[in-house]
């Protein structure tokens, strides 16, 4: 069952479109939501939830179009944004206080005990607060009503590399207890931990949906040398770069024993990379 359905998605601005974008997000999955900045990742995170209107298109939340039941599902997401907070100089205790309101099935001791574990104070205000416990504190807020989709626009980024790691230990112990998870992000690294699948999304359009295993299984990295890659087959190299002795590529995992030079597993990065390295040539 999908939790979520995103359907023939549009938006147009003067200098950016998003332009049919389609996905689906398995119940209980974990999945990434990845495309360099600008890529048109929160925009469509920000369409399907009714913050910006779309063109065209619809979302599906739990079998029930969006537009047509935004409240009844609004009661079962949980969105967190990282570098959006609202009412920052109020004390966190009145922030919470006029979240509850909208939430049926906002539960008390459960809010009660994600500011024990996070280590909250609700006298503070937000401006008084790290980035990492910022994001933690709207993450107690999406929890706190049952919410049983989470999804995180780039809620990591620009954090510290020890509080980034700190909300991935949170992320992956939701998912264990079945939460389900969209994870916008640029950081691909903080997906390798614990993401069943991927949306790649690149220039407004979807560019692949695939496990996280059959994505970065189907390609390899490859190193060469300047004399290697003069005898390389060019059409088999994706999204060709300079390093800093010869060259790096990745390539169809199919076509690697076709080529010389180093060939070794691809990670998500490196295959973004030289992705994105494919896009800008053809744009």
């Not at 574990?117 to 205000?125: G, I």
């Not at 998870?181 to 979807?206: C, P, V, W």
């Not at 060019?234 to 995992?253: M, Q, R």
């Amino acid at each position: 069952m999908n939790v979520l359905e995103v359907k023939n998605l549009c938006k147009k601005y003067p200098s950016f479109t998003l332009d049919n974008v389609s996905f689906t997000v398995p119940e209980g999955s974990v999945t990434g939501f990845i495309g360099r900045n600008g890529a048109g990742k929160s925009t469509t995170l920000k369409s399907i939830l009714g913050l910006v209107h779309p063109d065209s298109g619809e979302a599906v939340f739990f079998g029930k179009n969006f537009t047509e039941h935004e409240r009844e599902i609004k009661q079962e997401i949980g969105y967190v944004s990282g570098g959006s907070f609202f009412y920052p100089n109020k004390p966190i205790k009145a922030v919470t206080a006029v979240t509850r309101r909208f939430y049926e099935n906002w539960d008390d001791s459960l809010f009660k005990s994600y500011m024990e574990k996070f280590s909250l104070d609700e006298n503070k205000t937000q401006s008084q607060l790290s980035e990492g416990m910022k994001i933690k504190y709207s993450l107690t807020l999406a929890l706190s009503h049952h919410a049983k989709l989470l999804i995180l626009d780039e809620p990591t980024s620009g954090l510290d590399p020890i509080s980034r790691d700190e909300l991935l230990d949170i992320f992956i112990e939701l998912s264990r207890e079945g939460t389900t998870i969209l994870f916008s992000t640029h950081i691909t690294s903080d997906l390798e931990r614990f993401a069943d699948g991927i949306i790649y999304i690149r220039g407004g359009r979807i560019a692949d949906q695939d496990t996280l295993s059959g994505f970065t299984d189907r390609y390899k990295a490859v190193k060469l040398t300047e004399a290697e890659f003069g005898s390389a087959d060019k059409a088999l190299l994706i999204g060709c770069k300079p390093a800093k002795t010869g060259y790096t590529a990745i390539t169809l995992s199919k076509n690697a024993d076709k080529l010389p030079g180093e060939i070794s597993p691809a990670d998500l990065e490196t295959i973004m990379i030289h992705l994105e390295k494919v896009e800008q040539f053809h744009s």
